[in-house]
């Protein structure tokens, strides 16, 4: 897993003992018995530590892309170097739908801080219900776009352990 992974599963999960963070685009020889595959973790633009992983062994290779959020300026370069070596690709295709029109996550986040600036001026606070990891994108987007701390409520229902990974990227 990633870096990131690693440290969200070792503070919700304390019994994890054995967990193994790679770097993102350098790959790692796995042995696996008298088998050897190179893993390369690519990075998937989803929620923090999301990773694809791209697995070649002698006569295979493999992209599992998990959750991912496909944008051009970060994976055609990432993806460039498979240069079609891939025999299989597991790939999730929740949000697919050809008649389905998804906004880059940059265009997303724009519209968001354009929705906040054009909030009413008699309302000038806003709570954001962000009570999962993957959200993290907003609210860094809201605290760069405004120059303000985003605060988080210590006091909500939240898992204090979601509050530590938040406050971590915060």
């Known amino acids: 897993c990633s870096f990131t992974t690693k440290q969200i599963l070792e503070q919700w999960y ?18 696996i018995g008298a088998m050897v595959v190179t893993v390369t973790l690519i990075d998937a633009n989803h929620c923090p530590g999301s990773v694809m992983f791209y697995i070649q062994g002698p006569d295979f290779s493999r992209l599992h892309t998990g959750d991912f959020r496909y944008d051009p300026q970060i994976h055609d370069d990432a993806l460039s170097w498979l240069n079609g070596r891939v025999d299989c690709a597991y790939i999730d295709t929740t949000f697919a739908h050809p008649s389905w029109e998804i906004p880059t996550k940059a265009t997303s986040l724009q519209h968001a801080i354009t929705l906040l600036r054009d909030r009413s001026p008699r309302h000038p606070t806003t709570y954001i219900a962000a009570d999962s990891l993957g959200q993290e994108d907003l609210l860094l987007a809201i605290r760069d776009a405004f120059q303000q701390p985003v605060v988080l409520d210590v006091s909500s229902p939240l898992p204090p352990e979601t509050l530590a990974v938040w406050t971590f990227w915060l």
């Open 14 to 31: 304390k019994k994890l003992t054995r967990i193994v963070a790679l770097e993102q685009d350098s790959p790692v020889l796995v042995y």
